[in-house]
């Protein structure tokens, strides 16, 4: 058979786009990423991280108290009370799969999303 | 050709692509399984279980419901129904514990054994006396660790109990991470699950086919992005011990959390850290954690036997910025080093 015919370019282009359309939600599901903020095993926080994102510090109501602040795109523990200060030296965030927590306040960080995060698990 | 036979023609080429693609989504499912992930503390420590396969997200979640109970029932030593607790309070007498507890106990006694005492887990009433983890920690006087080191403190198995010599105090600290590892293992085997990454604080399960997972190690002297190297393993467990976790600083010294039992105080080898792999097996968790903590106080020459005898990897951090890797694994050790403060000395 013969493609040439108007009538098959439309209906070959339709089929075309309906399948990108299908594809579509598959292909940018993993485009935004998001930062949770879980304090004793409970989500207290999700925020969309986005590059031009306005800065903002919110406290997260713990004991010791502990904030995070989140600016261009990347979000990060501060303002905490305890003394080691391991979570605020952990530093911002942005790519999927990290995360960063405070023990004493019980608190963790962790960005979703999809991307590749550099490794399987980490041991320290 | 007729237009209608060409209409029908067109329409069998839709059907076709429309079915094509839900072969295409339905690969997809099975090849590439849904992935959650999990974190919680349990033990103190930061848990992060990531499961792959059918009903992931109720996989994680009982794992996760799992080793809350297993601390709470077997492994604590400060919750009154925890099994480590009981043996604790018992004034030397013998008690019954799960079959895990009094294996884990046992392979604990095996190598404080092979170190000579150096590592032991009955070291609670001396990390007490120390608290590192204190508001204000004080190195406490020599005079109260000497008196500490002379009371007998040995925990002896029978069976599945446990009896605790009345001066000592058993801290499963130096294995539970480990353990919780193993415990892990065994669950996800009884579920559909196939592929599996879990770190309980440093200890890290690897459960599944795949030979290609990539765990980073973390610079003892960095921050907690900076790594040192790169492992590649397969269905493995790992386990970390350094000095720079827990720590704190007194006259310009530095006292950390991980104690020599011989000494009572903090193990002064020349080590920032060790990391210790065990391919899979049964309590991969808990030797991996158990040997890391023992390779630390050991210090790299009295290290090695003990890595032998357990057929372990390990790679070793010294202060002084050179790594040293051992292996006495059939596969041998696949690390590869990132960092360039660090140089490999072998």
């Known amino acids: ?124 | 050709m007729a237009a209608r036979q060409k209409k029908v023609l067109f329409f069998l080429a839709l059907a076709l692509s429309a079915a094509l693609l839900a072969c295409a989504l339905l690969f997809f499912e099975e090849f590439f399984p849904p992935q959650v992930q999990q974190t919680d503390f349990i033990m103190d420590t930061l848990v992060n279980v990531t499961v792959r396969g059918k009903d992931a997200a109720q996989t994680a979640e009982l794992a996760l419901g799992m080793l809350h109970k297993l601390e709470n029932t077997e492994l604590s030593r400060f919750r009154e129904q925890a099994d480590v607790y009981k043996a604790n309070h018992a004034a030397g007498h013998r008690t019954a514990v799960s079959a895990d507890i009094a294996h884990w106990v046992a392979l604990g006694n095996a190598v404080e054994q092979r170190s000579n005492g150096k590592y032991s887990v009955t070291l609670g009433k001396l990390s007490d006396l120390w608290n590192v983890n204190a508001q204000n920690p004080k190195a406490p006087s020599p005079e109260r660790i000497a008196a500490l080191l002379k009371q007998p403190r040995n925990v002896s198995v029978e069976g599945n109990s446990l009896t605790v010599a009345p001066g000592g105090m058993l801290d499963l600290g130096s294995l539970g991470k480990g353990a919780a590892c193993d415990r892990l293992r065994a669950f996800l085997a009884s579920t559909d699950c196939k592929e599996a990454v879990a770190s309980v604080g440093g200890s890290v399960l690897l459960y599944g086919a795949k030979d290609d997972f990539r765990i980073g190690i973390r610079d003892p002297k960095g921050q907690a992005e900076d790594f040192l190297g790169e492992l590649t393993l397969g269905a493995s467990c790992v386990s970390t011990s350094g000095s720079y976790e827990r720590f704190f600083m007194e006259g310009g010294k530095r006292y950390h959390h991980i104690l020599d039992g011989t000494t009572g105080s903090p193990a002064e080898s020349e080590l920032a850290s060790v990391t210790v792999i065990l391919p899979e097996r049964p309590d991969a968790g808990v030797l991996s954690d158990i040997l890391s903590t023992a390779c630390f106080v050991l210090g790299y020459d009295g290290a090695l036997p003990l890595l032998q005898e357990y057929g372990a990897d390990a790679v070793f951090v010294f202060e002084r910025g050179s790594i040293r890797a051992a292996s006495y694994t059939p596969s041998g050790l696949r690390f590869q080093l990132t960092n360039t403060n660090y140089h490999l000395d072998d």
């Open chain 1, 1 to 124: 058979m013969k493609f040439g015919n108007k009538k098959d370019v439309i209906l070959l282009i339709t089929v075309a786009c309906l399948a990108l359309l299908l594809a579509l939600p598959a292909l940018f599901a993993g485009a935004g990423r998001s930062a949770l903020v879980y304090v004793d095993g409970k989500e207290v926080l999700r925020v969309a991280l986005q590059d031009g994102m306005a800065e903002q510090t919110i406290p997260l109501g713990t004991s010791p108290a502990l904030s995070v602040h989140i600016a261009e795109g990347k979000i990060s523990f501060c303002d905490a009370a305890c003394p080691d200060q391991i979570c605020v030296k952990s530093g911002a965030l942005f790519r999927a799969g990290q995360t960063a927590a405070c023990l004493p306040a019980k608190a963790v960080l962790v960005i979703q999303g999809k991307g590749s995060a550099p490794f399987d698990a980490i041991t320290y």
